[in-house]
């Protein structure tokens, strides 16, 4: 197994992107954490994964609010040492429009999630990816986020400072310890958000979830250079 002995934090792993890679992590042996609002939709991706003999831990939270994830570094290194994989997959379409009907109100949330609880997962975990003699951290991201698209300014915006903050942050470590970073465009995949941001395209037109699991997991098992951007098409 690509993972074993090792342990894999993945962000909104509820449903979607999250809970394939989740799945896809602990097939390969990781002990997987997995967090998300939605506890009950947690607790059913914990089954799926203890069924098929994997290893799981839930931890129901709101990365919106400011002291969970602080509770939740401090729990997980009471009972671990190191961190060896951090999937960020977390975020928030928003409403999609011109930039100057954007509702500063909701910006400010698609920014708290996509942006601001990203740096503080990063600040929490860093102690514990620095223990892990191969950390890798990947950030799930968009097109729009290097590509500006008409309608999408708040949400590329969010994924543009998320790409910008995460390269930072495996610059910084290159040469102060051994954590790699790199950014992830999974492309057109049938997820929950992708079927509001488009609702009329035909969901069987595009990639499952369980597809972009594989290729992180291929990633995550190689030998990929701090910095790089993956599109998966």
Same mark, same amino acid.
């Given at each position: 197994?690509?993972?074993?002995?090792?342990?894999?934090? &993945?962000?909104? #792993?509820?449903?979607?992107?999250?809970?394939?890679?989740?799945?896809?992590?602990?097939?390969?042996?990781?002990? &997987?954490?997995?967090?998300?609002?939605?506890?009950?939709?947690?607790?059913?991706?914990?089954?799926?994964?203890?069924?098929?003999?994997?290893?799981? !831990?839930?931890? *129901?939270?709101d990365?919106?609010?400011?002291?969970?994830?602080?509770?939740?570094?401090?729990?997980?290194?009471?009972?671990?040492?190191?961190?060896?994989?951090?999937?960020?997959?977390?975020?928030?379409?928003?409403?999609?429009?011109?930039?100057?009907?954007?509702?500063?109100?909701?910006?400010?949330?698609?920014? !708290?999630?996509?942006?601001i609880?990203?740096?503080?997962?990063?600040?929490?975990?860093?102690?514990?990816?620095?223990?892990?003699?191969?950390?890798?951290?990947? #950030?799930?991201?968009?097109?729009?986020?290097?590509?500006?698209?008409a309608?999408?300014?708040?949400?590329?915006?969010?994924?543009?400072?998320?790409?910008s903050?995460?390269?930072?942050?495996?610059?910084?470590?290159?040469n102060?310890?051994?954590?790699?970073?790199?950014? &992830?465009? *999974?492309?057109?995949?049938?997820?929950?958000?992708?079927?509001?941001?488009? *609702?009329?395209?035909?969901?069987?037109?595009?990639?499952? *979830?369980?597809?972009? #699991?594989?290729?992180?997991v291929?990633?995550?098992?190689?030998?990929?250079?701090?910095?790089?951007?993956?599109?998966?098409?």
């Amino acid at each position: 197994m690509k993972f074993e002995g090792q342990l894999a934090l &993945v962000t909104g #792993a509820s449903r979607g992107i999250g809970a394939a890679t989740a799945l896809a992590l602990a097939r390969e042996g990781a002990h &997987v954490v997995i967090t998300a609002r939605n506890a009950e939709g947690l607790e059913k991706i914990e089954e799926q994964i203890h069924s098929a003999g994997g290893n799981a !831990t839930i931890a *129901p939270l709101d990365l919106t609010d400011g002291d969970s994830i602080g509770r939740l570094a401090t729990a997980i290194a009471g009972r671990w040492d190191g961190l060896d994989i951090l999937v960020l997959n977390a975020a928030m379409l928003g409403t999609l429009g011109p930039v100057p009907t954007i509702d500063g109100k909701e910006f400010n949330q698609v920014l !708290t999630l996509n942006l601001i609880a990203q740096q503080a997962l990063i600040a929490g975990f860093d102690p514990m990816l620095r223990k892990s003699d191969n950390a890798r951290l990947l #950030a799930i991201t968009s097109s729009v986020g290097s590509k500006p698209r008409a309608f999408w300014g708040a949400y590329g915006a969010s994924k543009a400072a998320l790409e910008s903050l995460v390269l930072s942050y495996g610059e910084e470590m290159r040469n102060l310890g051994k954590i790699r970073t790199a950014i &992830v465009d *999974p492309g057109r995949t049938r997820t929950d958000m992708r079927a509001r941001a488009y *609702p009329g395209e035909d969901p069987a037109s595009v990639k499952l *979830p369980s597809v972009v #699991a594989d290729r992180l997991v291929e990633i995550l098992a190689s030998d990929f250079a701090t910095g790089e951007r993956f599109e998966l098409g």
